[in-house]
């Protein structure tokens, strides 16, 4: 029987179970063994729930978290330019540097707890040199400084409560797997030696109609290999022969992707190239009918001296 692993998704451990509730009812031998199986579905399902929730909750701190952030840098900004402008630019200045004594970057790095003593004691130089910009924008630093400090341990706390619900999760999903395998050794022992009928009570992607594989499935989780047959009956050998052609297009047409000339063509038609002798035929006569016209112009070369030496003799 084909079990899966921890590692599988929850959702498809949840069908796999069930499947086989399904199969353990209908069949009034094994019917007892369905309620274990349902015990631990409905706890993982619960725990499933559970770690949703957690990381939903997480999530909204997580957004709460980065808006109270952002309005913080921005107020710690315009204190920056205003501390600058009151200063003549001067960043060498004490009263700057003893307000941003390591910059305003160092500040924005900040998180938590860590920010808001720094904000305190931007604010305790702003009082102490720069009275009017404390006056300002005192209160708003410190009341921006407390909702991020705040923020960052709610967001703290809900990261831990969603890994404590997903280790939770994690563990009831090995407890239905367990449980799936304790059902497969009762189930030998109701059926000794018919490992087929034993079989039916498992869900493999094989047992479900070719047009259902594509529907609903989950990323990432591959399918189990099964330990025996989905289907008890062995198929025919002319439907195993279909089986085999449609697991890759093509298969079975073996001059697929083979072209002539060994280039890569748009069609894959057969290239004949004209015969050797046709193209040697070509290539004699040509060069045959130089050589006649080289001898016919040597011929009429030789010809013409000689008749020029005979005039010449006559004289």
Not at 3 to 21: A, K, N, Q
Not at 239 to 266: F, K
């Amino acid at each position: 029987m084909a079990i899966r692993d921890g590692t599988s998704s929850t959702t498809e451990l949840l069908r796999d179970s069930r499947y086989h509730r399904a199969a353990l009812t209908s069949d009034p031998k094994t019917v007892d063994l369905a309620a274990a199986v349902q015990k631990a579905a409905t706890a993982l399902k619960t725990r499933r729930d559970e770690h949703d929730e957690r990381e939903d909750v997480r999530a909204e701190f997580l957004a709460v978290l980065v808006r109270t952030d952002f309005e913080l840098d921005e107020k710690l900004r315009v204190v920056e330019l205003e501390t600058q402008a009151a200063v003549g630019k001067n960043r060498e200045d004490p009263r700057y540097v003893a307000t941003f004594h390591r910059g305003l970057s160092y500040v924005i790095a900040l998180r938590g707890e860590d920010v808001a003593l720094e904000v305190g004691a931007i604010n305790k130089a702003l009082m102490a040199h720069l009275p009017e910009i404390a006056k300002r924008h005192g209160k708003a630093l410190d009341a921006l400084a407390a909702s991020t400090e705040a923020a960052e341990t709610k967001w703290k706390q809900s990261a831990i409560d969603a890994g404590t619900a997903g280790v939770a999760e994690q563990l009831a999903r090995g407890e239905l797997v367990r449980q799936l395998q304790k059902n497969e050794g009762a189930l030998i022992s109701i059926y000794p030696g018919e490992k087929r009928r034993v079989c039916l009570a498992a869900r493999v992607a094989s047992s479900e109609p070719a047009n259902a594989l594509h529907l609903g499935a989950t990323r990432g989780t591959p399918s189990p290999v099964p330990s025996c047959p989905a289907n008890p009956s062995p198929p025919s050998r002319a439907a195993a022969a279909r089986q085999e052609l449609r697991e890759e297009p093509n298969a079975g047409n073996l001059h697929v992707g083979i072209c002539a000339g060994g280039i890569r063509q748009r069609v894959f038609l057969p290239r004949h190239p004209p015969p050797r002798c046709a193209i040697g035929t070509r290539v004699s006569a040509g060069r045959a009918a130089e050589r006649a016209a080289v001898v016919r112009a040597r011929a009429q070369a030789l010809s013409e001296r000689q008749r020029q030496r005979g005039a010449g003799t006559k004289e």
